[in-house]
């Protein structure tokens, strides 16, 4: 029989850890086991210091004269710079601007009116709710259909849509269950039937490297608050492959290349994503490149955090972030096996690591009580309706020890009952 993982394995682990001296970058109160980096990222110290210059020194005193030097303007441009690399991307294919349910609903029509002959979306059946609800809105206001498969019939729900097939809108990442689809062969299995595809990176995102251009993918949006650290409600972004921004590369070694007929437009058009928004023209043009995607005034202060934040990541080997993650995520279930046996939880997660993202989801019928229970001894995980206890692991913060805490003050709460305290049964507005 295997011996069982004890808590000073947990401390040596971290001490052999190489992602070890990034977990100094962050505020975590010493008490804190906090395992919900996926849904509101830990604070980066530089971010107090950024926000604070940005209100008190270029709002306070550089006023609107700080939209041009301090390049408030640019923000958007220099956010998408600074995440293509954690998403495969080029700085000219993404943007930071407004929320991912705003930008899923921009992109999959953009996708859609892209494809006017075909008349098919699919869509998973348990994606997260803003997914679902743009999709149905947008298939309705286009006269489209929907798919909706699970996530292990998606490939033979898009090949059954064949010829009729206009886009593919999926979340990378299960926001439940931490089931990640293989990005390159959704991809091509959409490509084959014409299809285009748009991905959600909301639980992929600053979690483990992402290649939107190896995998060939259409479109992405993503989340900035989550594992990219850039605060509460911070904003999201879009990507656009060049291929559909008419732009072409390298020019002078591609001759032959044309840009597309077709490049992509903004559903939601404002004076941002305008070719020249000072010109104040009465006539829309949209701007050259990605910068069409934007709509309004960027909120300066949240694009200010998340820029910070994502300054941390310039010397972050993100293989190495992958491989912490899954040794993370395969040390809690193994944990769930050795000391939660009899107590009622079912491992909602994959046990296949190339098929999980970067958390941990087991379900259990009274699950919100237990997450309250943890709460209470200062172990951060969350819960989502009906009956997940959500577990997220942020490589640059986690220790093998909050593992440890998380499933021994588990283990605590089942073998005392505490979770069974009526004060744990509060419903919560935020759960
Ligand atoms: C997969 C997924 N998509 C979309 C969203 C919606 O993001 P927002 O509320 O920032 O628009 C979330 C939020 O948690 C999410 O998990």
């Given at each position: 029989m295997a011996v069982p993982f004890t808590a000073s394995d947990a401390a040596r682990l971290d001490e052999l850890?190489?992602?070890?001296?990034?977990?100094?970058?962050f505020v975590l109160p010493e008490a804190v086991t906090y395992l919900d980096g996926n849904s509101l990222g830990a604070l980066p110290k530089r971010v107090a210091d950024a926000v604070g210059e940005a209100v008190?020194?270029?709002?306070?005193?550089?006023?609107?004269?700080s939209w041009n030097t301090a390049d408030w303007i640019g923000l958007p441009q220099r956010i998408g710079v600074l995440l293509a690399p954690l998403i495969g991307?080029?700085?000219?294919e993404v943007v930071a601007c407004d929320s991912t349910t705003i930008n899923i609903h921009k992109l999959v029509t953009a996708a859609r009116k892209l494809q006017p002959t075909r008349d098919i979306i699919v869509c998973e059946r348990t994606n997260f709710p803003s997914d679902a609800y743009a999709v149905q809105a947008i298939a309705r206001a286009t006269g489209a259909s929907v798919i909706e498969a699970d996530a292990h019939d998606i490939s033979e729900a898009i090949a059954s849509a064949g010829?009729?097939?206009a886009v593919v809108e999926l979340t990378?990442?299960?926001?439940?269950?931490?089931y990640m689809y293989d990005m390159a062969a959704v991809t091509e299995a959409t490509h084959r039937q014409g299809g285009l595809i748009v991905w959600d990176l909301a639980h992929s995102a600053g979690a483990f490297p992402v290649d939107l251009s190896g995998c060939q993918a259409d479109f992405a949006v993503g989340c900035g608050?989550?594992?990219?650290?850039?605060?509460?409600?911070a904003p999201a972004f879009v990507y656009v492959a060049r291929r559909h921004l008419g732009l072409v590369d390298n020019p002078l070694q591609n001759p032959g290349q044309n840009p597309v007929q077709n490049p992509v437009q903004n559903p939601l058009p404002g004076w941002m994503g305008?070719?020249?928004?000072?010109?104040?023209?009465h006539e829309y043009q949209p701007a050259a490149?990605?910068?069409?995607?934007l709509t309004g005034t960027p909120s300066v202060l949240s694009m200010v955090a998340l820029e910070a934040a994502l300054l941390?990541?310039?010397?972050?080997?993100l293989a190495q972030v992958r491989k912490k993650s899954v040794a993370l995520t395969e040390l809690f279930i193994r944990l769930v096996d050795e000391q939660?046996?009899?107590?009622?939880f079912d491992l909602a997660?994959?046990?296949v690591a190339a098929q999980r993202g970067s958390q941990v989801s087991l379900t259990h019928p009274e699950g919100y009580a237990m997450v309250q229970a943890l709460i209470d001894r200062n172990v951060i995980g969350d819960f989502r309706a009906p009956d997940i206890l959500r577990f997220g692991v942020t490589?640059?913060?986690?220790?093998y020890v909050d593992i440890w805490n998380a499933v021994d003050a588990l283990r605590a709460i089942m073998h005392d009952e505490t979770w069974k305290q009526p004060r744990f049964r509060t419903p919560k507005h935020v759960t």
């Open positions: 850890d190489p992602l070890r001296p990034f977990r100094d970058r008190t020194r270029q709002w306070g005193e550089g006023l609107v004269g991307a080029t700085a000219a010829s009729r097939l990378h990442v299960h926001y439940k269950t931490g608050y989550k594992y990219l650290n850039g605060g509460p409600g305008h070719a020249q928004p000072f010109d104040f023209a490149g990605v910068d069409r995607m941390d990541w310039a010397d972050v080997d939660l046996e009899g107590y009622g997660s994959p046990r490589p640059l913060y986690t220790r």
